[in-house]
């Protein structure tokens, strides 16, 4: 589909090996798959410029996973090693600025007719997401963060690249202004319903299926959407927090905190809570659909199978 239109040069291969490997290791190819489908409810063939623009959005997303297992200390991404952990932080950074350079060399190959828009909006998009993460890690430090605080912090963080994604395609196709702005909308409710299922699946998914170790927020201390439901919904606040912010050294001690926690969890019914807001915003999501004059089936399967793990 895009993987044969991202290249990387040879040399020097300490800066461009762990773009291939980062590439190489796989995931779904979210956002790509968004842009293509967006753009083929509008023309039925996508040539080279188009899925080279798809490409660029892989490619972006894929520099931002580089730089935040750094600030995360993720020591795996989909099942393997993080770049960091590979090779070391120095690359890791430097791979990750030269694969945000590939992604604008790549979103340049939009046709003339509408490269100005499509690039101003990668450009706004890539400029939101970094502002999404800076939120994120000020959370660490916040005592308390409400739930608007998350839901803009995610919506900046996530939603706004699926968003451009769905939008992107739009443009590239020439559709009407007013479908470009309908799969925005899509792509971004789409996009909150996405980050609210990460964040249940991180508790409660499959570790072979999720492609990172589960628990990995507790162990974190990171706020998730279950961590602030929670804590709006307990009468011990001081309880939780203690379980949450318990510092662990051993397995046995991390194994147990994350039982604990998911255990408060499940007496306050956040899990339940997450999933009927995960199917909430993937109903808004095609709501915002509703009037556009065009066979809208495809992205209902898109957003079934990009949220249903969560259902």
Aim: charged share 30%.
């Amino acid at each position: 589909m895009i993987d044969d239109v991202i290249k990387f040069p040879a040399e020097p291969a300490g800066l461009y090996d762990p773009l291939r490997y980062m590439i190489g290791i796989g995931g779904k190819r979210i956002r790509p798959s968004l842009c293509l489908a967006a753009y083929g409810l509008f023309r039925s063939e996508a040539g080279e410029d188009v899925r080279k623009c798809a490409a660029a959005l892989e490619v972006f997303h894929t520099f931002t996973l580089i730089h935040d297992d750094i600030m995360d200390r993720s020591p795996l991404r989909r099942g393997v090693p993080t770049v960091w952990k590979k090779w070391n932080e120095d690359t890791a950074i430097l791979s990750g600025d030269v694969m945000l350079i590939e992604a604008y060399k790549l979103i340049m190959n939009a046709p003339e007719s509408c490269r100005g828009a499509v690039v101003d909006l990668f450009s706004a998009t890539a400029a939101q997401v970094c502002e999404g993460q800076q939120f994120d890690m000020e959370f660490e430090s916040q005592e308390c963060v409400s739930m608007e605080e998350y839901k803009r912090m995610i919506g900046l963080k996530t939603a706004v690249l699926l968003a451009c994604s769905a939008k992107t395609g739009a443009l590239l196709a020439g559709a009407p202004e007013p479908d470009c702005e309908a799969l925005y909308r899509y792509g971004y409710e789409l996009g909150m319903a996405f980050q609210i299922a990460d964040d249940y699946l991180d508790a409660y998914g499959d570790e072979k299926v999720f492609g990172k170790p589960i628990g990995g927020d507790i162990l974190n201390g990171k706020k998730s959407w279950l961590t602030i439901r929670a804590l709006d919904k307990t009468d011990d606040r001081k309880g939780f927090m203690e379980a949450f912010c318990r510092s662990c050294s051993t397995e046995a001690e991390r194994k147990g905190k994350i039982a604990d926690v998911k255990a408060m969890y499940d007496a306050l019914g956040v899990g339940d809570d997450a999933r009927a807001e995960v199917i909430r915003y993937s109903d808004s999501a095609m709501a915002a659909l509703s009037n556009l004059g065009v066979d809208t089936a495809p992205l209902r399967e898109f957003a079934d199978k990009l949220v249903g793990r969560a259902k």
